[in-house]
């Protein structure tokens, strides 16, 4: 099958398998997709991640935290009645709110426009937290795309997970706001471990010499350290998926983007590094819950 074919089946036969470890609970991996600056592929990378580690027998949690400029349901291909704007006006209960994609994955929508939900204070993170964590036994993973920037909703999000997997691409700017969102990081919650993908490249070449630059320029100014995820491609397919109202992995699974978020959730799940924070929980929910306690976010 040509790159040019949609199709609705899963990821070529030759995509990595990496076994699911049992994990209970309290040991669901929690990342948050980050990035210093909008326009690099977050949210892209984010519906396509999660769609990747559902195949590969994960059971996910996707949550929408760009509430306020909500969009992952549109990369999904979903179309929520709900969104956890409900959920947080307490007109309605999580279960109510949670959208089904394909391969056991979920989705926490977002409301895109909504000004109050872009503007979440910390006390409003809490407690859609606790309200996700009444879920804690049903999924192996919760995928998190945050807002771009440096606002307090998207450090708070991402300061409470235990992974943060960050998005930069060969631009220069996009390299320094990729520092600044490091820097931000580690000077308010501590983030000492930061995963990192290059997106928008020409080739795994240029992917690898991005990120090579940037862990050039972080070396100089933070002391986070870097693991190298991959590449994702500039690729076509992803801009008409969309425009067909699909995920790129599942309308071309086999296109050069599709096959390549596909390595990155195999190394994700095969990767043991984690961030190192003392005091803290590994549950999002709990972190969050912990930082409120101690005034942090």
């Known amino acids: 099958m040509s790159n040019d074919e949609p199709t609705n089946s899963s990821a070529s036969d030759d995509a990595p398998v990496i076994p699911l470890r049992t994990r209970t609970p309290a040991q669901a991996r929690v990342v948050a997709i980050a990035s210093g600056k909008g326009g690099v592929g977050k949210t892209n990378l984010a519906a396509n991640f ?7 027998g994960v059971r996910v949690l996707a949550v929408d935290a760009d509430l306020g400029l909500a969009n992952l349901d549109i990369v999904l291909g979903l179309a929520p009645p709900h ?12 279960e109510d709110v949670l959208v089904r994609s394909t391969h056991d994955v979920w989705l926490l929508p977002g409301c895109a426009g909504d ?9 409003r993170r809490y407690e859609l ?4 964590d009444t879920l804690d036994e049903r999924f192996d993973a919760v995928v998190i795309d945050t807002g771009s920037g440096l606002g307090p ?18 631009e220069p700017t996009a390299l320094s706001d990729g520092l600044g969102m490091l820097r931000a990081l580690h000077e308010r919650h501590d983030v000492r471990q ?3 993908v290059a997106n928008l490249v020409g080739s795994q070449d240029e992917g690898e010499a991005a ?6 320029l972080c070396s100089r100014r933070s002391s986070v350290r870097l693991e190298y995820m991959g590449a994702l491609p500039f690729d076509p397919h992803v801009g008409r998926a969309v425009m067909r109202g699909q995920p790129v992995s599942e309308a071309y699974p086999n296109s050069p983007y599709g096959q390549a978020v596909t390595r990155i959730a195999g190394r994700f799940m095969a990767s043991t590094q984690r961030d190192a924070r003392p ?11 912990r930082q409120r306690e101690h005034g942090a976010g």
Do not use: H, Y
């Open 50 to 56: 999660a769609l990747a580690l559902g195949q590969l």
């Open 83 to 94: 969104t956890a704007v409900d959920l947080l006006r307490g007109d309605l209960d999580i």
């Open 115 to 123: 000004v109050e939900a872009s503007n979440l204070e910390e006390l």
């Open 129 to 132: 937290m606790t309200a996700i």
């Open 153 to 170: 909703s998207t450090l708070g999000f991402c300061g409470a997970a235990e992974e943060v997997m960050l998005v930069i691409t060969p």
């Open 194 to 196: 930061v995963k990192v």
């Open 211 to 216: 990120f090579s630059r940037f862990r050039g």
């Open 279 to 289: 005091g803290t929980s590994q549950i999002f929910w709990r972190r969050l819950l």
